[in-house]
């Protein structure tokens, strides 16, 4: 008997350490891996104890074998409090109880280390079995403390068990009923040991049992009744259809989606594949793995599915069976179809927006090699005063009736689409495009939205395109560009485009890329007219721009100036006049000729810079009296922002400037701003002169405004004056400065400062 136990506790020892090994191993990966390997390896101790107490017939190796055995259960017990605590997820509200517990443990750990000396603990006494000599347990005092806490802490880790099984969900019950049962086992066994009085401990193989147990569940035990059921109540909410099939592809579950979408019963699952073949052609239920995507049309409603087939791995080289799922995504298919739609359509009009209407016309274009197509820009004329008079509100509802106008006049096979603000474009087949057809329908046509009435004019340029491979954007564009020949007309509401229009971009283009050049290489230079006083003196000069271009020769300003007002390039041509200007008049300082220059401000310079801080920083630069740079506004810059124009030019006086006001009659409020005005000088306007001519009355105007700003104390400059007779009249109306060919025309520099000196 000894021999074969001697065997079983050695096995035992043999897989508990394999156990606390493999556990130890767990705790990176298992929350519960160091706590079970504490507890497995605990177990040793007692199963080491009684190894030791089973084989031998010595006394002393005996009663170590039983002090192993009983510090081995004291810390077998505890790890198992601690593992019981982590297993059902209790804590340790109440510290005091905790740390006394560990206290109790402690002290029979200290009575047993007594127990050599004081004999308090227990005593052993030899026993004969089968003429074999082993060493029976006396208990004294401090065993009986010993197994009274010890079996206090063990009935309360088996209450706290048989709780968690009858309070435990029934299919969580298997977890804790298993080791309930393996450690009420043991209790009772190691009982039964306690009062038989027999030398061998054959309890212990019930603990060891249960650490074994133990080690399972918390390491390795997966619920799969647990599993099944969670996994059956999910699939069967989920909103998805699902269908599991076996290995042969018959279909043997489905969830609840599952049965609605295929019209199914749940006795009914065999029938799932043939009932989704009606609803969706082309399955390959063959096949483990693919995926779709199908439409079905259900009444009047579209609804959109994402199919999916899978394989459900079962080894490295076979497969369970396989799950289809099939999910509406209808919703996701609506708002993504939407969230498209409000990309490529304007949100006013619902046509198409400018970038993808000019995408779908390359399209369209490219779509047929032998067609021929027009490009049509449309333009609202006048629509910021629809705006301003009636509202943003009719504006809006105005755009909303041009676009429904454009769609029933558009032929088929077209595109059309908002372009920006007031603008729309088509691209028509040329065999379709009927010009007259076009005007009647959108050149004029009254909308009224029940409250309001107004006729709305709609300008178009039209452009054939001879050549495919033109940037769609650049067709446009130059339909916009006949479109501006006709912006002001209306009684024309079509436009063509033309050689002349491109030639004239050409220029533009050409002209414009050679003006850095141009200032650095000193191409454009400044040209004077002569500025005379009543005894026809020359007293000043108008600096005026002309470009000596070296393979065009002489450009007259009305080759280019308008060209620079129109993209802004002006304001670079001006601050290189103002230059020019303060090196003559820095010359003529050092000459000691007492002249000055009068400059131009083009409107566009205004936005472009700070015109007042500019012309400073240029009169400091080359020291120069700040009188004798006259600076010329027109008249018509006065028409836009006349406080912050007004403010300029009281800046320009402050600093030092005469202040000229030129073009003086061609703007329709000249008088009424006159009284505000800061200004010098008057220059009448030429064209004003030319028509006096031949008019008394005019004569008479001129003579009152010459008189009235002499009464204001402004002198009159009056410029264009052609002819001795001409000259005669304004001298006798009192006009004290005089410019024009009678005089001198423009003349560079060099000549104009001879024809002073002659």
Known sequence: MRVEYAIIYSILSIILTVCTVSAMRMRQTKAMGGTVAFFVCALLFPVLGNLIIISTSNKYVAEVGYYIYFLGMDVMIFSLLRLTFHYCRITWHNKPLKYAVYLLFCLDAVQYALNPYLRQAFDTEPLIVENETYYKLLPYLGQLYHRILCYGVFVVIVGIYLVK?????????ERYYVIFFSLLAGGIWESFYIFSGTPIDRSIISFVVCGILVYYFCLYYRPMRLLDSMLANMTSELPEALYFFDTNGFCIWANKPGIRLAGIS???????????????????????????????KIGKETRYYVLEKHAIPYSDKKDAGSFLSIRDNTEEQKTLQKEM??????????????????????????SDDEKHYVAVYANVSNFKLINDIFGTGFGDYCLKV???????????????????????????????????????????????????????????????????????????????????TIKNDYQIFVAYYDDAMRNQVLWDQNISSHLGEAITEKQIIPYLQPIVDTDGKPVGAEALVRWIHPQLGFLSPAKFVPVFERNGMIAEVDKYMWRCACEILA??????????????ISPKDFYFMDVVSVIISYADKYNIDRSRLRIEITESVMMDDNRYRMRIMNDFREAGFIVEIDDFGSGYSSLNMLKDMPVDIIKIDMGFLNRSQVNDRAQKILHNIINMNSDLGIVSLTEGVETDEQYRMLLDMGCRLFQGYHFAKPMPVAEFEDWVKN
């Open 587 to 600: 010359k003529w300082k050092e000459e000691g000729l007492n002249l000055f220059v009068s400059i131009n």
């Open 165 to 173: 099984t009858i309070k435990a969900v029934r299919i969580y019950k």
């Open 341 to 366: 739609y409000n990309a490529t359509h304007d949100g006013l009009t619902n046509l198409y927006t400018k970038d993808y209407f000019l995408k779908k016309t390359e399209e369209l274009l490219r």
């Open 266 to 296: 749940d006795e009914d699952y065999s029938l799932a594949e043939s009932k989704l073949l009606k609803l969706f052609a082309d399955l390959d239920f063959s096949k483990n793995e693919w995926s779709e995507n199908k439409t079905l």
């Open 402 to 484: 041009i676009a429904e106008k454009i769609r029933e006049t558009a032929p088929e096979g077209c595109t059309y689409g908002r372009m920006v603000g007031d603008t729309f474009g088509m691209c028509i087949p040329a065999d379709c495009f009927d010009d007259a057809e076009l005007e009647t329908a959108l050149g004029h046509f009254k909308v009224n939205d029940g409250k309001l009435e107004h006729t709305v004019l709609i300008h178009m340029g039209v452009y054939f395109i001879p050549d495919k491979n033109i940037d769609v954007s650049v067709m446009f564009d130059r339909a916009r560009m006949a479109v501006n």
